[in-house]
């Protein structure tokens, strides 16, 4: 198949599996993309000469480079030693300890053959690891540690599968010759990485005081810096995956000099990158499942090693990794606790050793340094053992994949990791996440619906839509107070005595501040004394609406005088001869005198006190709506201007977008059962449908 028509065949096939993933939210996407390129590799004949270098420099570079990048740099400096520890020294124990193993249990394997194998199989795969982490809530520290590990062990691996094959063709192996190696291959790669990324900073700023400013062609040269780095180090005979990671690590240190013209190269650049990064993670998981069957193939129908017997084999060399990998690391935890037995409280526990063998995944990395095994031996004859090698690492791979799979949400009690663009809309107001462990109820989830509406929509908001964001942000306000307080009854009856306390302080406010105004005005004292007589009903009610108090007082009044109320409010509000701006002014001051109190009280709190999140929401939510009543008294024309009825209609459009989106994701992060997520939709199309029913009629 033509190179562009097999490219554009994996796009799409990421595509379609992305799509898929969206439905059967349990299977992990990677495991999709594997499935989609086995199919593709059995039905349409897909066949990729997977080749390391090339596979290297187009997937690998890129993708570390990126992970380097937004890796948190103080993590990866407080994790330095075991990150390098398991990059180095278990890497080399893996290699060591699992050949002779492999050896010992596959007699059809020879020991300086074991050795590649085991050496092949010991990196973990960065791209497969972070698949993993996004299925379930791993310890924040063991998913730095094996994200920090997985960055670095692909050039130890590389080494020691280079001189462990070299072993077994030449028959000969050079201790000295292979640390010399490593060593050089290791720092001249730092060298170059950091050089290189220093070189082309410099050569970004210097345009940019030039005046090239040119969007494109600094996103452009960004894109190219792994590549460029990567080739260059192998140039030199050195690591271009030391050298990338080296790169990405430093790059986020390097900030422009023109902020102010740096700021739209960085988003496109961003945007771009998530784009590559996008179809490269999916790409890397269908080529390995086209890979799969090819390399399969030859060992099944060799009649010398029944079927399954070499299932067995994977079994037992996964069984080999994973012990030494989870043994590995309970020693490794147990030295530092033993070394800093003073600082650390919590002894080592094996469960934590458990999972992080578990994450030990192999992936397209492995595929492709096994595939570059050659087919004939150095005199000639044919690689017999090839095969063999080739699918057992292929089975490996996905060993490791399916059984992290699996019992990685069981040992993590299913705790998945809430993962949405902008997560900081699920934050509370002093940065606690307010997502649990546990499964939402239907409350919990239109809260975080909300939530997530509300900061989209603040993220909208600018000076010329502040009008509009304004009134559907307060309309959302009073949606999540509403499902506030009906979470529980416990939280009900403090979420009400808290309110009401803060609400009668803003009312008494209000009072002073329109007795303030009567002496300084001459307002006609009907309009006084109605008013005043509105802000008592006030105290008694949940809302900052002048039309709301006035509806709940009149009902509590005899018919003649509700009549006659109505009509002098209807007059006064309506009639553009009347008192409608002794109205405004009214409201407006004592709006402001409401919220200065209010601020006041939020000064004025305790952060030790147990409600103290709980006071500063409500005094958010309260102070919001009395600004939102003043900008509604300022703009009240305004509001009744087709151009305001079309911007409500978009912004409000958006929040259901919003909503959709958060919904689509608690169902495929586990957080809601299918059903629940049914049963929101629907409640989501209804207010679409309702609400644009009331717009065209």
């Keep these: 198949m033509a190179v562009l028509e097999t490219t554009i065949l994996l796009v799409l096939l990421v595509i379609v599996s992305n799509i898929i993933s969206h439905y059967l939210v349990s299977i992990p996407t990677a495991l999709i993309e594997i499935a989609l390129g086995v199919i593709a590799a059995l039905l349409l004949n897909l066949t990729i000469e997977l080749e390391t270098d090339w596979f290297m420099l187009l997937f690998v570079a890129p993708l570390l480079y990126a992970d380097a990048r937004h890796f948190p740099k103080k ?57 993993i982490a996004e299925q379930v809530k791993l310890p924040k520290r063991l998913l730095s540690l094996i994200s920090g590990e997985s960055l670095i062990n692909d050039a130890s691996g590389l080494i020691a599968f280079k001189y462990a094959l070299a072993a077994f063709l030449t028959g000969t192996f050079s201790l000295k010759s292979a640390t010399t190696d490593f060593l050089y291959m290791t720092f001249v790669g730092i060298i170059v990485g950091l050089l290189l ?31 460029v780095i990567f080739i260059a180090a192998e140039l030199v005979h050195a690591s271009g995956v030391i050298a990338v990671v080296v790169a990405g690590v430093v790059a986020i240190q390097q900030e422009p000099v023109y902020k102010r013209q740096y700021s739209e190269i960085k988003l496109v650049s961003k945007k771009v990158w998530d784009i590559i990064i996008y179809q490269l993670n999916g790409i890397v998981f269908v080529v390995l499942g086209a890979s799969l069957p090819f390399a399969m193939h030859s060992a099944i129908i060799n009649p010398d090693i029944n079927n399954w017997t070499l299932i067995g084999y994977v079994i037992i060399i996964w069984l080999i990794l994973l012990t030494i990998r989870t043994f590995w690391s309970y020693g490794y935890m147990w030295f530092n606790y033993i070394k800093s037995r003073n600082l650390i409280d919590v002894k080592p526990k094996f469960y934590t050793a458990i999972l992080t063998g578990l994450t030990g995944v192999r992936g397209a990395v492995t595929m492709a340094m096994v595939l570059s095994i050659p087919f004939f031996l150095l005199d000639g004859e044919i690689f017999k053992e090839r095969y063999l090698i080739i699918f057992l690492a292929s089975g490996v791979i996905l060993t490791s994949l399916i059984v992290a799979v699996i019992t990685l949400p069981f040992l ?21 996440d307010t997502v649990d462990d546990s499964d939402l109820s239907e409350i919990e989830a239109k809260k975080l619906m909300t939530k997530k509406a509300i900061y989209a929509l603040q993220l909208e908001l600018d000076i010329e839509n502040k009008t509009v964001v304004t009134d559907i942000l307060n309309d959302l306000d009073k949606q999540l107070k509403t499902l506030y307080l009906n979470d529980t009854v416990t939280s009900n009856e403090l979420y009400h005595d808290i309110e009401m306390t803060y609400r009668k302080v803003a009312v008494q406010n209000e009072f002073n501040a329109v007795m303030k105004l009567t002496k300084d005005h001459d307002f006609p004292k009907i309009v006084t004394k109605n008013y005043l007589q509105m802000l008592k009903y006030k105290k008694r009610a949940h809302s900052t609406n002048f039309s709301i108090i006035m509806k709940q007082s009149l009902l509590k009044t005899k018919k003649k005088t509700k009549r006659l109320l109505l009509k002098t409010f209807l007059r006064q509000n309506y009639n553009p001869q009347g008192n409608q701006q002794c109205i405004i002014l009214l409201e407006n001051e004592s709006s402001k005198q409401a919220i200065q109190a209010l601020q006041n009280c939020e000064k004025e709190l305790n952060t030790k006190d147990p409600d103290y999140i709980l006071r500063k929401t409500i005094l958010h939510q309260i102070i919001l709506e009395y600004q939102s009543k003043i900008d509604r008294l ?3 024309q305004l509001r009744q201007q087709e151009e305001y009825q079309l911007a409500y209609q978009e912004y409000f459009l958006k929040t259901l977008d919003e909503e959709r989106s958060v919904i689509q994701c608690m169902l495929e992060q586990g957080k809601i059962s299918s059903d629940l997520a049914h049963q929101l939709r629907q409640s989501v199309n209804y207010n679409e449908t309702t609400f644009l029913q009331g717009t065209f009629d």
């Design 197 to 227: 990324s220093k070189f082309l900073y410099l050569l970004e700023n210097t345009l940019l005081r030039q005046g090239i400013q040119d969007v494109i062609l600094h996103v452009s040269l960004q894109i190219l810096t792994p590549f």
């Design 634 to 636: 300022s703009n009240f």
């Design 75 to 131: 993590e990866l400096w407080e994790l330095r030693a075991p990150i390098f520890a398991n990059a180095i020294w278990l890497v080399l124990l893996t290699t060591l300890l699992g050949g002779f193993l492999i050896n010992y249990f596959i007699a059809e394997i020879s020991l300086p053959l074991s050795f590649a194998l085991a050496a092949v199989l010991s990196p973990t795969d960065p791209v497969a690891v972070q698949g």
């Design 412 to 432: 993590t009690k299913k705790r998945t990791r809430l993962i949405l663009t902008g997560d900081e809309a699920f934050m509370d107001i002093e940065g606690e």
